[in-house]
């Protein structure tokens, strides 16, 4: 099999398991850093970790704004094969190629700086960087394949990582919050339940009690409601439902 061929076999295995596969790695290295590096720099520090969860919420910002102004079958959440009705080539696709997983870095990247470990960051970041990259090569070949010349005038024009305003163009649809919420209520609420699982760890391997700061028990109520309201909507309702997205 040729490097081409593999590199894009691997990419499609790794995107069908986005969803979970990432959790199973960090998930191990956080209960480790949290009950066996050095716990004095874990203390609860209210500023640190509003920064850290501030990122997070740039990530899922960048996420939003993306999935707001997209048609259906395109930028989706679908797991078992790549899926593109037509190439998005406006709004924020006019800037950077891949504004999710941007905002999916982003998300991790809020929980990883949680744990005060500059070589744990640069491993996260390494080996993001690595998983994405053939999620990423996998994703442009189907394009290619799909749209030809569109795609190879458009991928040659904005970059796949790096952001650049110079021709931006306008998104064809209207910003749909209802859409947003529909697609990322899921993220959003994990991303809260995230950080107050992470205090719960912190706290029982420094202090040996099982408790959650004021401000996690907060937000992971908060998220609970929120994930609860927008799941109802969603399954029992077509009051999130736009047409065409």
Request: proline share 3%; charged share 20%.
């Amino acid at each position: 099999m040729s490097l081409v061929h593999e590199l894009e076999k691997s990419g499609n295995w790794l995107f069908r398991r986005r969803s979970w596969l990432p959790a199973t790695i960090l998930v191990p290295a956080a209960v480790y850093i949290l009950f066996i590096a050095n716990r004095s720099v874990i203390y609860f520090n209210y500023t640190w970790e509003i920064a850290c969860i501030l990122v997070s919420v740039a990530g899922e910002l960048l996420r939003s704004y993306t999935v707001g102004y997209v048609p259906r079958n395109t930028s989706g959440r679908n797991v078992i094969e790549q899926l593109a009705d037509e190439l998005n080539t406006k709004g924020i696709y006019s800037v950077v190629r891949h504004p999710l997983y941007i905002g999916n870095f982003l998300m991790w990247l809020g929980p990883v700086m949680f744990l005060r470990s500059v070589w744990w960051v640069l491993v996260f970041v390494l080996a993001y960087w690595l998983y994405y990259e053939r999620i990423i090569f996998a994703e442009e070949q189907y394009l290619r394949r799909k749209f030809g010349e569109t795609y190879d005038t458009w991928a040659f024009r904005v970059r796949a990582v790096i952001p650049s305003f110079r021709r931006y163009m306008k998104a064809e649809l209207p910003f749909s919050l209802r859409n947003v919420l529909k697609r990322e209520y899921n993220s959003i609420a994990n991303m809260f339940v995230v950080f107050a699982l992470l205090d719960l760890l912190r706290n029982i391997s420094v202090t040996g009690r099982f408790y959650l700061e004021p401000m996690y028990i907060t937000l992971f109520v908060a998220a609970l409601i929120f994930w609860g309201i927008i799941r109802y909507l969603v399954k029992r309702t077509r009051f999130l439902h736009v047409e065409g997205r």
